[in-house]
C-alpha cells in the first residue's frame, strides 16, 4: 500500500485534534473529488513499519483526539490487509482514542455485506472502528454546511453499534437526507 500524506494536527476530519492518514488507491472516481491524486494505487511513499511508527508516535501527545484514515479509499482490497495492524497497534497503545474512517463504499451493502475485499479482513478491521463515514461524495448533494462529510447522503455510522445490532446506526446527533425529498431528520 502506498500513502499520499500524513496530517499530524488535522482538525477537519473528525473531532478534535486528529492525526489523519490519506491512503493511495480509489476506484470510485467521484465527481470533483478533493483528492483525486490519491486515486493511483502507485501514488506517494510506500506504507512501511517506520510509517506506521511516525503515525504511532504522533498519536502521543494528550491533545490528539484520535485517528482518522482517508483516502484515496481505505477499504479498497489493496488497502485493507496493510491497514489492519495499524489500526490494531493503535487501539491497543491509545484505547482512550478515537477512529474514524471514511469510505465511498456503502457500510451495510459493501462493508456489512462482504462485498469488499476479504469479509473476515473488513470485520476486523470495523471492530477497531468508532465511526465511518460512508457512501461516494456526491456534487451534487454537496453541502458546505455538513461536519465531517461532503454531501448530504454520506453517513456519519456508529461502528460498534451497528456490528452489534448487524446494522447501520447512525452517531447519534447526526442528520440524514432522505433520499428523493427535500427533507432532512435527525437520526
Same mark, same amino acid.
Given at each position: 500500500?502506498?500513502?499520499?500524506?500524513?496530517?499530524? &494536527?488535522?482538525? %477537519?476530519?473528525? @473531532?478534535? !485534534? /486528529?492525526?489523519?492518514?490519506?491512503?493511495?488507491?480509489?476506484?470510485?472516481?467521484?465527481?470533483?473529488?478533493?483528492?483525486?491524486?490519491?486515486?493511483?494505487?502507485?501514488?506517494?511513499?510506500?506504507?512501511?513499519?517506520?510509517?506506521?511508527?511516525?503515525?504511532?508516535?504522533?498519536?502521543?501527545?494528550?491533545?490528539?483526539?484520535?485517528?482518522?484514515?482517508?483516502?484515496?479509499?481505505?477499504?479498497?482490497?489493496? &488497502?485493507?490487509? %496493510?491497514?489492519? @495492524?495499524? !489500526? /490494531?497497534?493503535?487501539?491497543?497503545?491509545?484505547?482512550?482514542?478515537?477512529?474514524?474512517?471514511?469510505?465511498?463504499?456503502?457500510?451495510?451493502?459493501?462493508?456489512?455485506?462482504?462485498?469488499?475485499?476479504?469479509?473476515?479482513?473488513?470485520?476486523?478491521?470495523?471492530?477497531?472502528?468508532?465511526?465511518?463515514?460512508?457512501?461516494?461524495?456526491?456534487?451534487?448533494?454537496?453541502?458546505?454546511?455538513?461536519?465531517?462529510?461532503?454531501?448530504?447522503?454520506?453517513?456519519?455510522?456508529?461502528?460498534?453499534?451497528?456490528?452489534?445490532?448487524?446494522?447501520?446506526?447512525?452517531?447519534?446527533?447526526?442528520?440524514?437526507?432522505?433520499?428523493?425529498?427535500?427533507?432532512?431528520?435527525?437520526?
Amino acid at each position: 500500500m502506498n500513502y499520499a500524506v500524513i496530517k499530524k &494536527n488535522d482538525v %477537519a476530519n473528525g @473531532p478534535g !485534534v /486528529r492525526v489523519s492518514l490519506f491512503v493511495s488507491g480509489c476506484r470510485h472516481h467521484c465527481r470533483n473529488c478533493f483528492n483525486q491524486e490519491a486515486w493511483d494505487f502507485d501514488y506517494g511513499a510506500p506504507f512501511t513499519e517506520e510509517t506506521m511508527e511516525e503515525i504511532l508516535h504522533a498519536l502521543e501527545p494528550g491533545y490528539i483526539a484520535g485517528l482518522s484514515l482517508l483516502g484515496g479509499e481505505p477499504m479498497e482490497p489493496e &488497502n485493507q490487509e %496493510a491497514l489492519l @495492524p495499524l !489500526v /490494531r497497534k493503535f487501539k491497543e497503545q491509545f484505547p482512550e482514542k478515537n477512529l474514524w474512517c471514511y469510505s465511498g463504499f456503502s457500510f451495510e451493502r459493501d462493508l456489512l455485506g462482504g462485498r469488499i475485499g476479504s469479509p473476515d479482513t473488513v470485520r476486523k478491521l470495523l471492530s477497531c472502528m468508532d465511526v465511518i463515514v460512508d457512501g461516494k461524495f456526491v456534487e451534487s448533494l454537496k453541502d458546505p454546511s455538513l461536519i465531517f462529510r461532503g454531501s448530504s447522503n454520506q453517513n456519519i455510522i456508529d461502528v460498534p453499534r451497528s456490528l452489534a445490532e448487524n446494522r447501520m446506526v447512525l452517531l447519534p446527533g447526526t442528520w440524514k437526507r432522505t433520499m428523493g425529498s427535500g427533507d432532512i431528520h435527525e437520526m
